[in-house]
């Protein structure tokens, strides 16, 4: 390479350069791609992370109502069964009391509704009716006495109040039951579209991540043969550094050369008793030759 004539060593040195910038700057521009893919990645990073508590905290609610449905179910449970034995013990008090009396008061109940249905429903005379609007009448007021005469019955009286109340707290139950099952399903509903945004941003941010992969390789790639090409330009430069101080020392050898010469021909006209200038007198001082 040294043999190589110096104007296409600073040509080929040229070419290098200006490939070399453009190396350079195509890596820091996949560089800079990939600090802004880096930056979008995290900061979807902290929104996967972010979600994940909130789903994690919806789970816990939904976790938690539901322990609260269960138990809630089982007191409404109990105070149902508590209801039905009451409701039995009742109708068996009930029984009991219309035997003693001779009025069976459901069997009177039952008939009434019979003879109001027939009274709206079937065409009858003036009469007929007035007559069945009597039978109604007298029934009500049998049923009435009944009521009121069970009614005072102190042990009837105490079974139809905590009927009563156990049926208000079964419904009071049950519809916390059903309050607090809502509030479990709109958990579930919200920790189930946070698990559909979070899939999303989970490939979203492995995506970014195999590019930023590839992107690196490249860069990679396009570093080292901008080293590679920086590298041939030191190399070069030493050569061309080299061939000018070969040159610059040949052109110095030439230039004494020439004085000496120039000199030897004034002292020859010296020595044939030439008259010389005070020019030539320098030109023998300097070549030594006075």
Known sequence: MDDEPLEDMVRKK??????????????????????????????????????????????????????RVKHA????????????????????LERERASNSGVN????????????????????SAQKEKKL??????????????????NKDPKLKKAIEEEKLTRQKAEKQHELVEKMAKKAQEEHQEMLEL??????????????????????????????????????????????????KKKEKKKKLADVSAAQKEADDIFERFKRGEKLSTEDLMVLQKAGLL
């Open 14 to 67: 040229d070419d290098l350069q200006e490939k070399a910038n453009h190396l350079k700057k195509s890596r820091d521009q996949l560089h800079d791609q990939s600090k802004k893919m880096a930056r979008e990645r995290d900061e979807l990073n902290a929104k996967v992370r972010q979600m994940r508590n909130q789903i994690s905290e919806h789970k816990k609610k939904r976790d938690e109502y539901n322990e």
């Open 73 to 92: 179910k089982e007191q409404r449970n109990e105070f149902l069964t508590h209801h039905l034995d009451l409701k039995k013990q009742i109708k068996e």
């Open 105 to 124: 008061v459901n069997e009177l109940k039952q008939y009434l509704r019979k003879l109001e249905t027939e009274q709206m429903t079937q065409p009858m």
């Open 133 to 150: 609007i009597e039978t109604i009448k007298g029934i009500a007021l049998k049923i009435k006495e009944a009521d009121e005469k069970l």
């Open 195 to 244: 698990l559909k945004q979070l899939d999303k941003l989970v490939k979203r941010t492995t995506e970014i991540q195999e590019n930023i992969v590839v992107t690196k390789i490249e860069a990679d790639k396009l570093h080292k043969e901008f080293i590679d090409h920086v590298n041939n330009i030191h190399e070069l430069e030493k050569n061309i550094s080299s061939s000018e």
